[in-house]
């Protein structure tokens, strides 16, 4: 099997075809490969008798990488970080390759952490991680985690009958109430003429969550609006926002790519908590997704858990995966200290946690963590 390198925007178009074709065996989102037009990244292609049988892209960025306790920033230190695409590598590739692709990297030794993301618990990849000699594997996260999807059936109806009494009882019921208003009515953003209109609405409404104090922020800025411009333009944007009486009352941010849908990021306005907009607006999605795409999973991105009292994403999703965040660091000081910082609050978290349990205490600290 040989393995070939490339680092040019200019061969991306040639390798799209190849790509889309493996990311449609994935069992969650995969980015688009014109995500990384532009940015420094290294894209390595195993082939076999002349077909691409596996792919995977790495992209270079300088970032800072934040230190938190219960989602409240400590510090920041600069990291030069290697980024796996997708937290996957596409195709059925056994460990041994795997392994070349990740050694390739790590000879080239320009940065201080590779950051895997979530990975497949037993995956080829996860596994390839555990035998890999050269670097210092690292949890990111205290603990593994639950990645939630949504697989989507042919009817909205179909969907609902599959949720718990209780959430149709009270989510839906609230969702075709608020709906039933003539005051109600949702946009959906998928075109670059309309993008700076989303954006200004958007950012009103991320800053009066508590997502915006912890840097998780839907910005009107350049970089927003290239990153999405460059999405509506290779055909994957789809966001979308809530209007009540003509005023902006809920946002979501995402992107349809090879058949899935990425729940990127959201926010309402609490001041009309009591008719849960964020709710009312991801179910329309999610009708709208099922009635005019040909998307087949909802994915809702990063972090989870199976305890359906504790977040709506196990009480919404009907399938998931078992994943870990796992970072990669070199022999050297600087990546030992990042690493090394990781594992001491994560060390603390664990022995904190049986103390606060999942309880009241622990809703206590979450609520007193994100007020606004």
């Known amino acids: 099997m040989e393995i070939l390198d490339y680092r040019n925007d200019g061969?991306?178009?040639?390798?799209?075809?190849?790509?889309?074709?493996?990311?449609?065996?994935?069992?969650?989102?995969?980015?688009h490969l014109s995500e990384v037009k532009g940015s420094k990244f290294r894209l390595l292609v195993a082939i076999d008798n002349d077909d691409i049988v596996g792919m995977a892209c790495?992209?270079?960025?300088?970032?800072?990488?934040q230190f938190t306790v219960a989602e409240r920033k400590l510090f920041a230190l600069p990291v030069k970080t290697v980024w796996l695409l997708g937290s996957c590598i596409l195709g059925q590739l056994g460990e041994?390759?795997?392994?070349?692709?990740?050694?390739?990297?790590?000879?080239?030794?320009?940065?201080?952490?590779?950051?895997?993301?979530?990975?497949?618990?037993?995956s080829p990849l996860h596994k390839a991680v555990a035998r890999l000699d050269g670097t210092i594997a690292s949890r990111v996260s205290r603990k593994n985690a639950t990645h939630w999807l949504i697989k989507l059936p042919g009817a909205f109806d179909d969907y609902v009958r599959s949720l718990g009494s209780a959430t149709r009882k009270k989510d839906v019921n609230n969702f075709k109430k608020l709906e039933r208003q003539s005051a109600f009515d949702v946009h959906i953003i998928h075109r670059s003429d309309q993008v700076e209109a989303f954006l200004q609405d958007g950012?009103?409404?991320?800053?009066?969550?508590?997502?915006?104090?912890?840097?998780?922020?839907?910005?009107?800025?350049?970089?927003?609006r290239q990153r999405l411009t460059?999405?509506?333009?290779?055909?994957?944007?789809?966001?979308?926002?809530?209007?009540?009486?003509?005023?902006?009352?809920?946002?979501?941010?995402?992107?349809?790519?090879?058949?899935?849908y990425l729940y990127?990021?959201?926010?309402?306005?609490?001041?009309?908590?009591?008719?849960?907009?964020?709710?009312?607006?991801?179910?329309?999605?999610?009708?709208?997704?099922?009635?005019?795409?040909?998307?087949?999973?909802?994915?809702?991105?990063?972090?989870?858990?199976?305890?359906?009292n504790?977040?709506?994403?196990?009480?919404?999703?009907?399938?998931?995966?078992?994943?870990?965040?796992?970072?990669?660091?070199?022999?050297?000081?600087?990546?030992?200290?990042?690493?090394?910082?990781?594992?001491m609050l994560n060390f603390a978290?664990?022995?904190?946690?049986?103390?606060?349990?999942?309880?009241?205490?622990?809703?206590?600290?979450?609520?007193?963590?994100?007020?606004?």
Not at 58 to 65: E, L, P
Not at 103 to 121: A, R, V
Not at 236 to 245: D, K, P, S, T
């Open 58 to 65: 790495f992209v270079y960025v300088d970032t800072k990488k």
């Open 349 to 372: 978290k664990n022995f904190v946690a049986p103390i606060i349990g999942d309880g009241k205490l622990m809703k206590r600290l979450k609520k007193a963590s994100r007020r606004y």
């Open 203 to 224: 950012e009103k409404l991320s800053r009066m969550t508590y997502q915006w104090n912890l840097g998780r922020r839907l910005c009107n800025d350049a970089s927003n």
């Open 264 to 308: 990127e990021s959201s926010g309402y306005d609490p001041k009309y908590a009591d008719d849960s907009p964020g709710t009312a607006l991801m179910l329309w999605m999610i009708r709208d997704l099922i009635n005019n795409t040909d998307c087949e999973l909802f994915d809702f991105g990063m972090g989870g858990d199976r305890n359906r």
């Open 11 to 31: 061969e991306l178009q040639a390798l799209e075809a190849a790509w889309n074709r493996l990311c449609g065996r994935e069992p969650r989102f995969v980015p």
């Open 96 to 122: 041994d390759v795997i392994a070349k692709f990740l050694t390739l990297l790590i000879k080239e030794s320009q940065f201080d952490l590779i950051d895997l993301g979530e990975i497949i618990i037993d």
């Open 230 to 260: 460059r999405m509506a333009e290779a055909g994957v944007l789809r966001c979308y926002i809530l209007y009540l009486h003509g005023k902006p009352c809920a946002f979501s941010c995402g992107e349809l790519s090879h058949k899935v």
């Open 310 to 343: 504790y977040g709506y994403k196990p009480r919404y999703g009907n399938t998931c995966l078992d994943v870990c965040w796992i970072q990669l660091g070199l022999y050297r000081p600087y990546s030992f200290l990042i690493i090394g910082l990781d594992y």
